[in-house]
């Protein structure tokens, strides 16, 4: 079955500092999509990679995926107290059976 | 819209109790799915169900059962309710052969 990892564990950075999450799978990825979870809530769709070599953006916020679509990685420039919470990676099949997530990075933003 | 909704928000049981959990999604979305986020673990899937009156067990599936009563509600069934139960259940949807999923706000569950 596919595993995700991914590093860091935690980060903790200064208001206005860029921070790399990563990603990085045991298989070739169908699809890798991003989420972010603020503490005790569900969570959120951030992005989804498709295609290897792929790059997205989403205000300050860009994720990658790899020519080979093994390895992810979220992007955050000019961090803000708002970024914070615990990010996930998650992939999975065209059908949903073999979804899984990636254990997740607990992002805290320093003011 | 109300999007993915999810009751109870909490919920303390004994051992060997039962209940269901219940989801509910107005997103008009054939796939729904039920995860438990544990501390360590992330997020594991329980069980999900491509579409109205189909279910497959996830990487979790035992001790629960579930419930696709039609398109809109997925419910979860613990029925003999164990401390290894004690989690945050997630209930997502996503149309079909699509993978972005949209979330409840999850169950808290503790059994004691």
């Known amino acids: 079955s596919q595993e995700l990892e991914q590093s860091p564990q935690s980060l903790i950075v200064q208001e206005g500092k860029n921070l790399t999450i990563n990603c990085t799978s045991s298989?070739?990825?169908?699809?890798l999509y991003w989420y972010k979870q603020k503490y005790g809530e569900g969570l959120i769709f951030l992005m989804m990679?498709?295609?290897?070599?792929e790059e997205k953006s989403h205000e300050k916020i860009t994720a990658k995926l790899d020519e080979k679509k093994q390895q992810s990685s979220l992007h955050i420039t000019a961090s803000q107290p708002s970024h914070a919470g615990i990010y996930l990676c998650g992939a999975g099949d065209n059908y949903g059976q073999n979804f899984v997530f990636g254990p997740g990075t607990r992002l805290s933003v320093l003011p | 819209n109300a999007g993915v909704t999810q009751t109870p928000k909490f919920q303390v049981l004994k051992t060997g109790q039962s209940m269901t959990l219940q989801c509910a999604q107005d997103m008009n979305h054939n796939s729904m799915y039920w995860y438990r986020q544990d501390p360590g673990m992330g997020l594991r899937l329980i069980y999900y169900?491509?579409?109205?009156?189909?279910?497959d067990k996830g990487e979790v599936p035992n001790g629960y059962n579930v419930s696709r009563l039609n398109k809109r509600e997925f419910s979860l069934r613990l029925e003999s309710a164990a401390p290894s139960q004690t989690s945050v259940y997630f209930c997502?949807?996503?149309?079909?052969?699509?993978?972005?999923?949209?979330f409840g706000p999850g169950t808290r569950l503790t059994v004691t």
């Open positions: 298989k070739t990825l169908y699809g």
């Open positions: 990679l498709q295609k290897g070599g």
């Open positions: 169900s491509a579409s109205e009156g189909t279910t």
């Open positions: 997502a949807s996503s149309e079909a052969g699509a993978l972005k999923q949209y």
